[in-house]
């Protein structure tokens, strides 16, 4: 039986049929906004473009990178911006978050935003 894994770059999917089992689905993420529409521009919305580019360690990666599933937490922010819209992610580990096209993400696929422990009172 042949799987297919799907990687998510700059907000289009990429099928590849692969003997290996599939691997979770990776989303190109920027801190930057405007860094993100310049990874769109240059890959011009092509998601393999766009793996090129962040895979080559001479390219210019803007900031931007591949961001793992396990890493985020949940969407912290919501932006209409001409015709598009964006997410930007909150990931364990840094307190920026990265956005991403919105939708590259299922809803299901965020874990609920992590709360701080209650403090505690002293009596």
């Keep these: 039986m042949v799987r297919t894994s799907v990687v998510l ?4 999917a990429v099928s590849a049929a692969a ?3 599939a691997r979770p689905v990776q989303t190109a993420g920027c801190p930057s906004l405007a860094n993100l529409r ?3 521009q240059r890959s011009q919305d092509d998601a393999a473009a766009a793996a090129a580019i962040l895979s080559d360690p001479k390219a210019d990666h ?5 961001l793992e599933p396990a890493r985020i937490v949940a969407v912290s922010e919501r ?3 001409g015709g598009r819209e964006y997410e930007c992610l909150t990931l364990q580990g840094t307190g920026v978050c990265h956005w991403i096209p919105a939708g ?12 701080a422990p209650a403090e505690r009172t002293k009596r």
Excluded: H, T
Excluded at 9 to 12: D, M, N, Q
Excluded at 108 to 115: D, L
């Design 19 to 21: 003997a290996a089992p």
């Design 104 to 115: 590259a993400v299922a809803p299901g696929a965020a874990s609920p935003p992590v709360r």
């Design 38 to 40: 310049i990874l769109a």
């Design 9 to 12: 770059v700059a907000g289009l």
């Design 79 to 81: 932006l209409a911006l």
């Design 62 to 66: 803007l900031g931007c990178s591949l």
